[in-house]
């Protein structure tokens, strides 16, 4: 079984930075794709960033320059630089890990951004 687990989250204020981690574990055979996601209070889930495997980054128009994505192959870790925070930033950011064209979803980490 392949579980995403997050880790970074926080509480930091606007204009601060964070950063997001997470390691997907288990029978990993080929990942296609890692991402985050992140989902604010009574709003659905929407995506922030993601890297398919050999391709580009692409990102929210909301994050397109504040954040960064990067992977680690290696260690089958992906990471999320956030700079600029704002308070419409706050969510609970949720790893997501496509493998072998199943989708994996971690626990979510709490980003809290106050003004």
């Known amino acids: 079984q392949v579980q995403p687990v997050e880790s970074g989250g926080g509480l930091v204020q606007a204009g601060g930075s964070l950063r997001l981690s997470c390691a997907a574990s288990?029978?990993?055979?080929?990942?296609?794709?890692m991402g985050w996601y992140r989902q604010a209070p009574g709003k659905q889930r929407e995506l922030v960033a993601r890297?398919?495997?050999?391709?580009?980054?692409n990102y929210a128009d909301s994050v397109k320059g504040r954040f960064t994505i990067s992977r680690d192959n290696a260690k089958n870790m992906v990471y999320l630089q956030m700079n600029s925070l704002k308070p419409e930033d706050t969510g609970v950011y949720y790893c997501n890990a496509v493998i072998s064209y199943r989708n994996y979803w971690g626990k979510g980490a709490l980003v809290t951004v106050s003004s």
């Open positions: 890297i398919i495997s050999g391709g580009s980054p």
């Open positions: 288990g029978s990993i055979s080929s990942i296609n794709a």
